[in-house]
């Protein structure tokens, strides 16, 4: 069966420093990824997708990046984390084709002081 | 565009009631596909059921039960009997045949009461 990881599962991080939240999914081969934000008390946010090694889509502009260095690996990134960066961060994965449901991680609680 | 509208932002019942959850989707594609997420208090989203447009059949699992009606663009989700552990933020969303990603609602938090 195909789980997912993310880590760590919660950070506090003082605003200006750099930011690096790793995802890896098990069980699955060339599985579609992404990256969400949920800010306190709202909905979730697309930020990254990724259908296959180095190929990044990104939704929203920010001073995040994502990356993906293996076929199971998505790494999100900042050089210098903002105030406004604090939430809740989720990774999911999907099939290949991109139409089916999408399973989440258990995600990185995110607080920028 | 796609886009979500759940307009309850949040329920409160007693446990043993049944509650409905409203979910109006717009999309201008023809072929799309239609999910409900649950968000307990630990954080991680929960898959709970995907419809494809083409098949407008009503599913009922255990106590949850979904309405899925083209006509109106909507795609209502009920629990029936509802228990404390049904407590939790619940999110629509929909996903298009040209495009990989979901589309959320704002989810609407329902709480159970003993």
């Known amino acids: 069966s195909q789980t997912i990881h993310q880590w760590p599962a919660t950070l506090v991080q003082p605003v200006g420093s750099p930011l690096s939240l790793e995802c890896t999914v098990e069980?699955?081969?060339?599985?579609?990824l992404y990256w969400y934000r949920q800010a306190a008390g709202r909905g979730l946010q697309l930020l990254f997708y990724?259908?296959?090694?180095?190929?990044i889509s990104s939704e929203v502009p920010q001073n995040l990046s994502a990356s993906r260095p293996q076929d199971r690996q998505f790494i999100l990134s900042s050089k210098k984390l903002l105030l406004s960066d604090s939430g809740f961060y989720l990774c999911?994965?999907?099939?290949?084709?991109?139409?089916?449901?999408?399973?989440f991680g258990p995600g990185t609680r995110l607080t920028v002081t | 565009a796609q886009k979500v509208t759940q307009a309850q932002t949040e329920i409160s019942v007693v446990e043993k009631e049944d509650v409905t959850l409203d979910c109006v989707y717009e999309?201008?594609?023809?072929?799309?596909?239609l999910f409900w997420y649950k968000q307990p208090p630990s954080g991680e989203l929960v898959f709970l059921i995907r419809?494809?447009?083409?098949?407008?059949q009503n599913e009922i699992s255990g106590r949850y039960s979904w309405n899925f009606q083209k006509s109106t663009s909507s795609f209502n989700f009920t629990i029936t009997a509802s228990q404390v552990v049904d407590s939790a933020v619940y999110f629509c969303?929909?996903?298009?045949?040209?495009?990989?990603?979901?589309?959320f609602g704002a989810g609407t938090t329902v709480t159970v009461r003993a």
């Open positions: 999911a994965w999907g099939e290949t084709g991109g139409h089916d449901e999408q399973y």
């Open positions: 069980g699955t081969s060339n599985p579609n």
């Open positions: 990724s259908v296959g090694i180095g190929q």
């Open positions: 999309t201008r594609d023809t072929t799309y596909y």
């Open positions: 419809r494809n447009s083409f098949d407008e």
């Open positions: 969303a929909l996903s298009t045949l040209n495009d990989y990603k979901l589309s």
